[in-house]
């Protein structure tokens, strides 16, 4: 049996394919670009690097999460919290955080989202930096490609070369745009969107 190490990076090709086509999937000079690429379990036992958090212990940089929970239990309130915290470099509560700046998407309750908002300036008497926390207040639709692009668009337009490093998406249904919110075919797509319209450009944790 090859080794299929050697299969992936350009030694002994055990695919069979013809010479030309394996010469226009892998330009000279470069390691062999495998159609279906099989590693060997040495690829997979080198050390492993360090979790890199956002916010400790719960949120690693340029990942991709969801909080979740039953209706009526904080969850907005949680992530506008830890939002604030991310572009302020407060600790969540004991948990240390990386300061990074942040766009909350505000699909739905913008009343109710501006008294959070004032109520925790009041109580923690700190006021968010402009320059390092923004909103946007319509539903971004990331089920149709079109208007993905546009948020996509926007966000560079806003941030220009300093992007957020956190993207909060609030809330999955208002988003999610005109789809079945109970389909697997849209729960995926939307987690497709979320890497290739803002994790992947943004080098962004988004939640």
């Known amino acids: 049996m090859t080794d299929t190490h050697d299969a992936?990076?350009?030694?002994?090709?055990?695919t069979g394919l013809p010479p030309h086509v394996q010469q226009a999937l892998n330009p000279p000079g470069k390691p062999t670009a495998h159609p279906f690429p099989i590693y060997g379990v040495s690829d997979f036992l080198a050390p492993l690097k360090p979790f890199d958090w956002l916010v400790g212990g719960l949120i690693e940089k340029e990942q991709v999460g969801f909080l979740f929970g039953p209706p009526g239990s904080y969850k907005s309130l949680i992530a506008l919290d830890m939002a604030l915290r991310v572009s302020l470099?407060?600790?969540?509560?004991?948990?240390k955080v990386h300061r990074q700046r942040v766009l909350y998407m505000l699909g739905e309750g913008q009343a109710g989202f501006q008294r959070r908002l004032q109520a925790w300036i009041a109580v923690h008497q700190m006021q968010p930096d402009p320059d390092w926390c923004a909103f946007s207040t319509m539903p971004a639709h990331f089920s149709d490609e079109l208007k993905a692009q546009a948020v996509e668009a926007s966000i560079n337009e806003y941030f220009g070369s300093e992007p957020p490093g956190l993207v909060?998406?609030?809330?999955?249904?208002r988003h999610r745009g005109a789809s079945d919110e109970n389909s697997n075919?849209?729960?995926?797509?939307?987690?497709?969107?979320?890497?290739?319209?803002?994790?992947i450009p943004f080098r962004c944790s988004v939640m």
Do not use: I, K, N
């Open 89 to 95: 470099g407060m600790d969540f509560y004991g948990r």
């Open 185 to 199: 075919d849209s729960a995926s797509q939307f987690l497709t969107s979320m890497h290739e319209r803002l994790r």
């Open 168 to 173: 909060v998406v609030d809330t999955y249904s």
């Open 8 to 14: 992936v990076y350009g030694r002994p090709d055990p």
